[in-house]
Structures are given as structure tokens and as C-alpha cells.
């Protein structure tokens, strides 16, 4: 009893000494809550050892959830760098030994528009915790919220307690449906470990939507039942192909984390890797991709060249069992067909298509000849096609709408800011932002384009985009304060289903994944859950920085190499790094 | 017998099978040697499993780095991507068992200057290898490139060989004798082994100078003997210092890898975190950095404020006991004092000092009081003073070159590209070049300040330099181009001493300071150390990308998570990815 009364007299000192930090709410959430109120005199209460999740029965990702988070409520153990900038009373006295999950429709598939409100409730006596939510995804959502409002209190030598705030109550909901990320995993292999870690963390972040670009022109890394010679002389190597046992087991990770995988294979651009098992079928691979070094000449966005040929028999005898065996293993509602940076180069570098344009087709007849046969393949497995924004937007190749109904297709943006989503949305499809201005990852660290001269510069201060097309790089800030549907009309912005980071790869792999991804997707997190702005309507990025460096160090916990946003100085010290007090 | 012969066949089908990928010398080390033969037709011997090197005796660090190198040269097994772009004769019969380093000047102590230069000779029987050098340090960098002239060939199935080239000669030397990295362990402390992880890679990349910015307006970690407050007061924590065993630990360890320790305590300026001790030391201390949101106006260049009162008695009295501490934990020549971005608004700020400078004094005169009252403190424990350029070079606040004479003075510049180093050797000032537009590796990341609304631009394509001052990211070509006598005479550049790279970590720790410093520190290395240019004199960064590619995947492999430059798919098809074939 006497080191209860000391432990709560240490707690309560530290607890005291802090200065406030978040007048909104004193414990951070990421992302924050539509609606959070924690009741006065702010009370925690310490975490059960004994701690468990009470799940309904009938849904394995659920239960699986559930015991994770138990799990997680007494291992975290997070300590923040400053404590609860309030008052706290601890009730010491009654541990929180249990949450109970109540949802009322278990069986609701995990799909694009699923339910994932959630309201969550911690009595202030801290006796009972309660989530309540339509699916099981809802909760999902609703136990990650629970599991941030726990913390480590004390001193860090064995007095310390495991707190969780008590007369919390939380409704929440998503502003918008689709929050995705984006992964290349065809110019750089990534181990499974490595997408199943990421795909955990965007559950954390309230993500929902792991966007698997697949394939590309560098590489083919996934083996096909159908087509096996795709992976065997596509892959970077043996060690270097997702099986189809690495597939369930990512989509099975996924989904019991409440995140869909929507998988891409890019075509009829960047698909020189094809060449291997079907030269047949690849228009100008092998060859130097910017012969003469004249950019409009070039055979390909990037090195190396090659994209299918429409006029190849072979080209849609692939495809077609690409397409079967991809909504096989892949069960999402979304397929994504790619379609972007079709270059004119390659094709004219074909002899039969340049016989065959010289006869009056077009290059955009020939896309649309590809894409006409694509989609009613994709519309039939019952999936909506997704599509890059330059199968209809680019200026030199591309389809009529016709070939492209708006009732089974969206389109992805990434170029020209809010200006293309326009565009898209006007002409009547559903829109995924992903801004290279704002949401491209890779941006601004240079280019990989060997022997290039641009970078040998002794006098300029260079202050350019420093060789990266989309540079410079896109803060954390940057990314957070877009708003995606930035002039629409309502109903324009109806259109906007959500938006995706994009993580290219030419310039990262393993090494460095978590520290170029973490924590810039985490803005893009919490802007299309619950926006970027206070009740005032203000951008809220200032309160937003000691928030993001709290969740950083989390996820740096959790055993994400996040990069810092700010010196540990400035966290200690609230408004001091400032640009404007 | 069988088996071997089968060994050799699989191995030269391997060989034989690569397309010629750097003809001037077909296995890669890096930095690229002075001068390196290797007879034809080439040769190769297995490393013998019971491999040694033998070193004289009465050296402790070349001893320990012969242990070091003899079991590397058996455990690191790197595999490359591509193999030697030649055809190889495996000499299977003869492995190489040992090693002989001769030096004639065991006892030359590691300083500035200290000669570096070794021989390296492996005959092609690979009978015997040997490394000749004058002293210890210069055998260490040639026991470096001996290690990277082994490789592991086969399939990595078992029949794997472990072979090093034979019928080599190398004879190098440095172009420069200060090849250094500069780490900011102020803004956020960095454990002791991430220091160390980063000086052994240093070592391996041939840089010698470790010049550790050990303290700053945020933090103060290095535990002082006779100053034992300034840590207990300034830094982040108690689990956040270093003491006297750590600095002991890492000064030995970077002895034993052939690396200088530069010590710098900065100051009279970015000495917030010094008034936790002594506030009456510490001009402005605690105030918000930039009042009223103009620029012109600000106490510090960055949060937090804080700088010491040249007027204050304390402030002498401290410094004295610092520069003690120092030059006895440290033994290194060099002595890094700082003097870098004193700020006029904190001076200002000061009653005491305003009251000075009512009666006429100026900041100049008040710097200049500080910096002859500590330079000949330096100069009396046997150092060479290093400042950084704005000592005598900042337009508001300098010094007369009389209060730092050439003699025990170097000036280490980091604004305005080759401009300022032209003007410090045209001083007569020795210069250690640290140039923003190309050596700083923060570069590029935006900004840490907080509540900045500069970000919030729905509109422009944001191609800026993304809110970082010294923006775009410096990418590793840019690093590698820079010639640091650049628009130099003759004369002018021997007084370039040499150049570091540097990590300023207002948004690094741990967690991400592998990827932010390597490659690119590695571009550094090699300019400094046999150039940028071909024999024809041209740039090679053309021929440096595949080199640095595999030189990066070595690093990785010893355990640094270095960042890739390149997909893999460009390493494998050698020209293809360039810009011009």
C-alpha cells in the first residue's frame, strides 16, 4: 500500500510537471479520431497483466485481431518522450481487464466502400471498455484507436505503470474509402517479410488498400500457374518470385489486418520483362532505350524498353491468362491494369506496327485495340477495372471513353495536381489521387540514369529539382496538406473515391524502405480519414507535428524504421520550433 | 578430382558468360587505386580457409586490423551481381594461405598528413601476397583493397568458391590528406554503436577523419570532467550521454581503423543547451528564436536560441575547462572550435550586451574578444584550430584574420560553392571543404520547423527546393563531380587540405543514418582519394555507377544500410540504363 501511494505520488508529480501541448485532446491518436472526448478530471487506469480482447465469434480475421491487440496492450509498453499534457488521476485501484467487441454484421466482406465506423468506449471507473462497430473491419479500426491510448508512465525503472485513459469515447468513420499505398515490387524485389511489415503498419495508420504494382518492364517477380515461363525468365532470380503461396499468405496477412490488396500488372507499357518467355509478343525489347538520345525518339518512359504488341496473337493469349490467374489468387473487387506510358518510340520501332500505322492506324487505335480486348476480360471475372489516368488523358496514345465504361472502371492520377483529377472526375469516372506533386514517395533523390552529365555542375548552387523529374521531395507537410478534392464541385468530389502514396523503387529496396515510406504515408493517413483541418477549418499541421513525431516513435517501436520530422529538442519544448509562435 | 574439374568448368561457363563491363580493370574496389594492373590472362586463387596475415610486431592497431582483414577476407563471402567482366584461370591447386605486411615506420603516429600510401602485390601463382607501406595507417588501406579483391564465385550451391584476384599490383596513394564525415550528435544523440558502425565504413571507403560535431544549441551529450554540469544540465537524458569510457572507446576504435577523431564543441553561437548550467553564461537562452516572424530580427538560425556572452566572466572560465577536457580526451592535432552562424538578434537581445554596443562597441569586436581569448587556449595544447568560414567570412559578425593566424588556423567553408573556399586560400588560410550545394547529405528533406504554411500549395507543381535551405538532395553524382579546387591556382590549391561530408540530424537518428550517409559518402571518398577523372580526363561517373553499385551491395553485406542507386536490372545489363550509350 505504501508503494502504491509513492508509485501514485511519482506518477502524479511527473504527469503534473508537463506543460500543455495538445489543448484538443492530451493523448495523441494517429490518425485522429473524427470525434474523441475524454471526460474531466482526466483519469487513466492501469492495464490488466491479465488483459483480453472479448471477440464475437464467427469471424477468424476478427479473433485473430482481437488477440493481437491483447497482445500488443501489454507488450507495447510505449513511453512517450513527454507525458499527457494534463492532469491525470489514476485510478489505480481498478485495472482494466477487458474489452468487449460487439459488431453487427460479422459476415460483411472486406471491400471497396465496407462500413469501418467504429465508437469506442472506456468507463471512467475503467471497470469496462467496449467497441462497438457494423463489421468487423470497423473494429479493426476501433481496437488500433485503443490500443494508442495506452502508454508507459513513470520514471523507466520498475516503478513504471501501463496506463489507459478511462472515460474516452471515440466515433469514428473515414472521410474517404480508398487509403492506399502503392508498392513497386518490379524494378526491386522485396522479401515477403518486408510487404507483410508494411502492410501491418498501414493498418496501424488506418489504411486500407495495399496497391501491388507487380510487374514491370525490370522485372516479372510473380509466378503464374497459367504462365510460368513469366517468372522463370522474368524474375531478377530464383530467390527473387513471390509464389503462390507468398501471394495467400499476403493477401491472408492483409486481410486479417482489414486491408485489401489490389494487384497490378502494368501492360501494354513496361513490360520488357515479358520478352523473355514471349519475344513474340514485345515490341522493341533489348533495345537501348533513348537511342540518339532524343526524348521524343526515346523507346520508353525509363530504361529499359519494351511494351506489348497489339498486333501480336500471342500478346492476348498472355494476357488473357494473366488477367484469369491474377483474379484467382487476387480476390479484391478492384483489378489494376496499368496502361500508363505507352510510348510511341517502341512501337514505331516495330516493324509490323510501323507497316501497320503506315497504313493509316494510329497509335491510339492500337491502345484502344489492346484495352478493348483487356477490360471486358477483367469486367467478366467481376472485377472494376482500375487505370492509370493515361489510358484517357495522355496527349499521344490513348482510348475513346467508350472502351472504358465509367460503371466498371476508375482512374489514378499522378500528374498535374488537382488539374488532371478534374479531368477525370468532369468526364464522369471515379478518381484515386495519387499526385506526383504530393504523393510520389521516390521524389527528390535524384535519377538512376547512368552517365549522365546534368549533375556536373561546379558553379550552380544547383537549386533545381536536383535531377528528379518529380523532385523536390514531398515533406511529410506536403503530403498532409493536400486535399485531394482541391477544386471540385460536389459532386465532382463524390467522384474522388480516395488516394494512394506511391512508393516507386529504382532507388530503394529493404534497406531503406520504412524510413522513405514512414512516416509521409501517415499524413496522407489521417487527411483522408479524418482530414487536414481543426474545427476552425484551419490547415492543422502545426498541432499535427508533435502528434506525428508521438506516432513515429510508436512505429519505431512497433519495429518500423520511420525517420524523424524534428530534433527531440523540439518535442520537449511545445511551439518552440515554430516557424510562427 | 572430378568434382574439382566440374568446379571449374561450372565457374569459367559462369566467367565466361559476362559482357565486358569496365575494361579498365575488370574487379572493382572503391575508391578506385592510383595505379592497378592485373596480369593476363587473368588469374585467380582460391582463399585458403586457414588464410592469415602476417604484420610486424609493436603496433597494436595494425595488429588488430591484420586479425581484423584475415577474418574478413574468410567470413564476408561477397557474391557481386555480375561477376568479373572477364574471363578468369582459377589456379584451384595453389590457394592463397597468408598475407605479409611490411611497413618501414611502425611507429609514425596517426596525423594530418600521416602517409598513406601502400603497395599491394599478389602474385599470380598466388603463392604469396604482400602489402608494403611506410606506415601502419597505409597498411591498413591497402589490407582494405586486398579485401575487396576477393569475391565468391559459383551458384551458391555448395560448389561456391572463395577466390581473390592474382598477378595484381597496386600503388596508391590519397590525392588529399583529409577524407572526412562530419556527424551531428548534438541536435540528436546517436548510440555509441551506430559512431562506430559508421567509422568502421568509413575506414573502408579509405576516409580518415571522423569530425564529430559533438554538441549544439539542442543538446549537450559528451560528459566533461571538469564541466560535469553542462551534460547533466544539457543533454536529452541520462541514457543520452557520452562518457569518458564512450569517447576513449571511440577514439581507440577509430585509431585502430586508421580514422582521425576532430573533436568540435561549437560555439560562442548554437550553445542553448549550455545554459542549463551556467544561464549567465548564455545570451537569449529560452527566448523563441524567431519574435515577430522577421527574419532579419531572429535569435538564432535555427530553434533553439542561445549563444554565449562574450562579456560574461563564466563564459571564459568555461571554456577554458571545455578546451581542457577536450584537448585531453581528444588526441588528435585538430581542435574544431566552431564560430559558425553567431547571430546579431541574440546579442541583441542581451541588456548587458545592447548597453555595449550602445557605447559604441560592435558584434565584430565582441566575437573577435571571444575567439583571442580562446584561439591561443587551442594553441597552447598543441592544436591546430579549426573554424568553420563565417569566423572570418560572415558579413555581420567576423573576426580580423590577426585574432587566427594562418599558421594554427583552418577554415572549413560550406557556403557559396568554390567562391569561398577562393576566398579563405586567397587569405592564406589552409581550407577543409564542406560546400552545401554539394557535401551537405541533409539537403533536400524539407524543413523541421514546425506551423510552416509554406507547404500548403494545392496548386504550383511545388518544383522548389521543397523547403529545405540547402535543397535539392545531393544526390551521389553530384557529390562525386565536385572537384574541390575547383577555379583554383596551383598555389591556391595546396591549400585545400581536403573535404568532408556532412550530416546535419535535425531529421536523422538511428534509425535512418545508414541510407542518408552511404553511397554518397562514398562518392566523396574517392574524389579525394584518386579523383574523379579517367586517364583521358574526363568525369567517370559514367564508369563509377556500376562500381558504386557493387561497392554499396558490399557495404550492405558488412552490415550497412546503405542506400541502392540503381535497380538491380540496370547492374545486370551494363550501359543500358545511361542517359547516352
Known sequence: MATLLLRLLLLLAMLLTRAAADASFPINVWPKPVSMSWAEPYTAVPVSPSFHIVAPSGNPYLASAAERYAKLMVTERYRPVVGPAVTININAGTALAKLTVAVSDLAAPLQHGVDESYTLEILPAGGAATVTAVTAWGAMRGLETFSQLAWRAGHGRGRDLLLVASGVRV???PLYPHRGLMLDTGRTYFPVSDILRTIDVMAANKMNVFHWHITDSQSFPIELPSEPQLAEKGAYGEDMRYTVKDVKR??????????????????????????????????????FWLPGGDWDDRLAAEPGAGQLNPLAPKTYEVITNVVNDLTSLFPDGFYHAGADEVTPGCWHADPTIQADLDRGATLSQLLERYVSAVHPLVV????????????????????????????TTILQTWNNG??????????????????????????????????????DDPNSDFDTKGGSWCGPYKTWQRVYDYDIAYGLTADEARLVIGGEVAMWTEQVDATVLDGRVWPRASAMAEALWSGNRDAAGRKRYAEATDRLTDWRNRM???????????PLWCRTRPGMCNAVQ
Open 171 to 173: 466515433e469514428d468513420r
Open 250 to 287: 499476403i493477401v491472408e496477412f492483409a486481410m486479417s489486418r482489414g486491408v485489401r490488396v489490389v494487384p497490378e500488372i502494368d501492360s501494354p507499357g513496361h513490360t520488357a520483362s515479358w520478352a523473355g518467355a514471349y519475344p513474340e509478343a514485345v515490341s522493341c525489347a533489348g533495345q
Open 380 to 407: 467478366s471475372r467481376n472485377r472494376t477495372a482500375v487505370y492509370w489516368e493515361d489510358v484517357l488523358l495522355d496527349a499521344a496514345v490513348n482510348v475513346s471513353a467508350s472502351a472504358i465504361p465509367p460503371a
Open 418 to 455: 488537382p488539374n488532371n483529377t478534374k479531368l477525370i472526375v468532369q468526364a464522369g469516372y471515379r478518381a484515386i489521387v495519387s499526385s506526383a506533386s504530393f504523393y510520389y514517395l521516390d521524389c527528390g533523390h535524384g535519377d538512376f540514369v547512368g552517365n549522365n552529365s546534368i549533375y
Open 556 to 566: 519505431v517501436g512497433r519495429g518500423v524504421r520511420a525517420e524523424p520530422i524534428q
